[in-house]
């Protein structure tokens, strides 16, 4: 699977570069990309394209971010959030001063308050959060930043949340939450054997 290269010639994490017909692609790893491992499944629903505007909650150093870049062009763009000072400057370092389609924000996702100024309503949120609260996370920030009929992408980290539960148990509660909280929940991926004990929600605000 590959994305078209925005910048090209230029790698981000040393992955291959592919040209056909004098386009030139990017290599899209599932084993180090949750979205790709999603795909490559089978998922039904992929509502980021060209044009879309993205808050990415847990952007971590980039590696999805970087092809989600790719599909979104420069007609759209990603304001990239973590917490980790590090994982920012790789981020501002390898990818966003070649890219005016990424903003980096350093922050945390439970406080949306302190970010919120840097932030329009979006079309999309993607959150990849090693945290316990991580559905609670999405709904208060799709109450806040996300369009009508706008998506939550949620990659849920079952081990994160409870590491005796059951995984499936963890999903179905996750699940739960997003309802509850307003989001319709058009679909549940597991993302074994890419990923163990992950899956992905797709919902769409109402």
Known sequence: MVTRNLTPGRTFYNEPLFEFEGIEYRSWNPTRSKLAAAILKGIERMPIKQGSRILYLG???GTTCSHLSDIVGFDGHIWALDFAPRSLRDLLDKLSRFRDNIS?????AH???DYGMLVPKVDVIYADIAQPDQAEIMVNSSQIFLEKHGWAILVIKSRSIDVKMDPKRVYSKQVKVLVDGGLRVLELLELDPFEKDHAIAIAESV
């Not at 980096?104 to 945390?108: A, F």
Request: glycine fraction near 18%; hydrophobic fraction near 35%.
């Open 104 to 108: 980096p924000i350093l922050g945390d």
């Open 59 to 61: 952007v971590a150093s």
């Open 111 to 113: 406080k949306p308050g």
